[in-house]
């Protein structure tokens, strides 16, 4: 069976970020990590609409020893805990590794899509920055950007203002 998914940035997306000087950062200790209201129902309508909810998240921040790993299980067991997640794609890479799964590289959608065998053209990503939609854009995903101060000239698909407005969207989309 060919599925769907709603493939969702994390930090900005499904948790709040760090602000510094206007730019974003992941929370790095589990009591920073703050989810943003709202996100499970929206996953949950989603999940009603028969997509898959997959998250594809960089954590670079494990490789440059700014974040221990237990913190980072604690989130997403959490986020597990919590929300109707499918799965959780994380890329602990560096960008010096060159790596293929960290974003704008689409590993992580690629290697969710032959796991679960996703058709990426029926499927969208939501996230926050000009990584999360060149990841979708070349995985062959619809992209939705959710509007912030940091990300004005990013090239998407859709621009929403939270991430409840993409479920009309991926309604639209999904006739």
């Known amino acids: 069976m060919v599925r769907k998914a709603v493939f969702l940035d994390r930090d900005g997306v499904i948790n709040k970020v760090i602000l510094d000087n206007g730019k974003p950062f992941s929370p ?3 009591d920073e990590f703050e989810l943003i209201i709202g996100v499970e129902n929206t996953l949950s309508i989603f999940k009603e609409m028969r997509f898959l909810n997959i998250l ?3 954590q670079p921040d494990i490789a440059r020893g700014f974040m221990k790993i237990e913190e980072l299980n604690k989130m997403h067991r959490l986020i597990k805990e919590k929300l109707p997640v499918d799965d959780i794609m994380v890329c602990m890479h560096d960008d010096s590794d060159n790596c293929q799964c960290r974003k704008p590289k689409p590993g992580m959608i690629l290697d969710a899509a032959r796991k679960w065998h996703i058709d990426l053209h029926r499927s969208f990503i939501i996230g926050d920055t000009w ?4 990841a979708g854009r070349s ?9 912030t101060a940091y990300n004005k000239g990013v090239d998407c698909d ?11 969207i991926i309604n639209g989309g999904n006739r």
């Open 28 to 30: 790095r200790k589990f």
């Open 139 to 147: 995985s062959g995903c619809k992209t939705i950007l959710i509007n």
């Open 56 to 58: 594809v998240t960089n």
């Open 158 to 168: 859709h621009r929403i203002n939270d991430l409840k407005e993409a479920i009309e």
């Open 131 to 134: 990584k999360d939609m060149e």
